[in-house]
């Protein structure tokens, strides 16, 4: 499978793929292409994803030859997703234009983080 990672907004300063990361999923057998500076911000140059198997791409938006495309958040990419399928931190209720547009394009979205609520007093 191939999965790509975008650059992450400028005030966004988490990361969607660590090297480490990248490493376990190249030793699976996935390809994985990320933006150039897409670990900046979370303290990962380029250089360390490439020694973990990744190709450093000079993109913010994914090629159409992706898979599934890893995001921190929905605002990382602009437009419909070319990939077939986006997992990441999705934000369905606070973005829910951004859900309905990625579904029009066809893509499957995975989002993670689904907010839970959390009870107050016993359950009993």
Known sequence: MHLFAPRQAASERRVVLTPDVVRSLVRAGHTISIATGAGDAAGFVDQAYREAGAVVVDAVSPAPTEDVDLVVTVGD????????????????????????????????????????????????
């Open 77 to 124: 990419i602009d437009g419909p997703s070319p990939a077939p399928a986006m997992l990441g931190l999705l934000e369905p209720f606070t973005r829910p234009e951004r859900m309905t547009e990625l579904a029009v394009a066809g893509t499957t979205v995975h989002p993670t983080g689904v907010p839970c609520v959390r009870r107050v007093g016993s359950v009993w």
